[in-house]
C-alpha cells in the first residue's frame, strides 16, 4: 500500500520533497468555471437592461432620456458590459501568471531536488543515509522516517 511521502518505485525519495503530495489542479478549474459561470449571468442580465433601453427608445425615440431613470439604467447597463469585459480581462491575466508560477514552482523544485542529489553524492551518503536525510529535511520525526523505511527506531531521543 503506498504511502503519503513514498517516491515512484526506482525514484529517490527526494522526488516529492518540493511537491509533497500530490494535489489535485480541479480548485482553480472550478474557480475559473464559477467565475466564467458569473460572467455569462451577468452578460444575460447586461442583455436584458439594454433590451429593455433599446425598447424604450423606439417606442419613445430621444425623449425616452428625458427621464432621469431611463439615462441612468442605459449607464448602469454600459457599466455592466464594461465589468464583464474587464473581468475576462483580469480573469485571463491571473490564469496566465498562475500558469507562469506553477511552471516556475516546477523548475525550483527539479532544481532542489538535484542540488540536494548533488550534496549527497559530494558526502557520499549511503542509498539509506541520504532517504534519511531526505525525509530529515521533509521535517519528517525519527518515528515517521522509521515507519517510512520499514525500520525500527534505532533511538527514540534526539541525536
Sequence with gaps: MPRKFDAAPGSSPLAGLVAGPPRSDAAPDRMRYLLVGLMVV?????????????????????????????????????SLVIGIALGGWFLAQVLRRHARTMR??????GALHDLMEDCFRSWELTPAEADVAAFAVKVLSIAAVADLRDRAKARSGPI
Excluded: K, M, P, T
Excluded at 516556475?104 to 523544485?109: K, N, P, R, T, V
Design 42 to 78: 451577468q452578460g444575460v442580465c447586461a442583455a436584458i437592461f439594454l433590451s429593455d433601453v433599446a425598447r424604450g427608445v423606439s417606442l419613445l425615440g430621444r425623449g425616452y432620456f428625458s427621464d432621469w431613470h431611463n439615462g441612468f439604467e442605459l449607464a448602469a447597463s454600459v
Design 104 to 109: 516556475g514552482l516546477g523548475i525550483a523544485s
